[in-house]
């Protein structure tokens, strides 16, 4: 199972702080496409991804166990 | 020591500059970021932050071995805060030392603007007329391959 974190503007979208799904086998870029559609996130070309607390590109593949998370484009500071 | 922070209290700035002082160095920058009240015209009431608190904490101690590989002898510490801040709170303190002044300044600009770039902390501004999550400045700014790339990192 992999756990999916939501923030900012996505978090509202999505109406919770994190979902658990299987995504173990697909590219970050699959996933990302799966749930735009699902969940109608917005602005998603803006979005990182990062895996275990790194960046990931899209292509990268999501192994069971990994957490995933949506990164907004920042704005600390 | 944490060198690297994130924090829901207030922040002790002298804490922080405390924490670069060393024998070896001749200059100490501090930079105090607060939240204003108008941008572009536009009054905020006040502030939340929000962050992915335990990425942020990796990537600010990222930057802070940037710093140390990039200017010889340099010493950084960050403590940035999140929640509710009202206007003129204190949201970061950056504190660099290095042995001369000029690479104390130029080390501490480049945490602040890295900052920007690959922490994952997050503003929502509020307003007497509505609230919004802020992204980088005017959202122009589109990700192909889903990561920063090294341009973006290195800019």
Redesign the interface.
Known sequence: MNKV?F???LR?AVGKELIEINASGKT??EL?EELTEKYHLP?M??????IN??????DEVIQDGDEI?F??????? | MKFFEITKEPINIQEVIDKVVQREAGAITTFI?TVRELTHGKRTLFLV????E???V?KLEQIGREIEERWQGSKVAIT?RVGRLDITDV??VIAVSTPHRADAYEANRYA?ER??????????EHWEDGEE????QL?T????????EEDDLHE
């Open positions: 974190l923030f900012a503007h509202d970050v870029g990302k602005r070309e803006t979005v990182m991804t990062a607390e790194e960046f990931a590109s899209n998370a990164i907004p484009p920042v704005s600390g500071g | 970021g932050y929000e962050a992915y335990s990425m942020a990796k940035h949201a970061v602040i900052i920007k770039e690959i922490v994952p902390i997050w503003k929502k999550w802020i992204g980088n959202e700014k589109a990700y192909p391959s889903g990561k920063p």
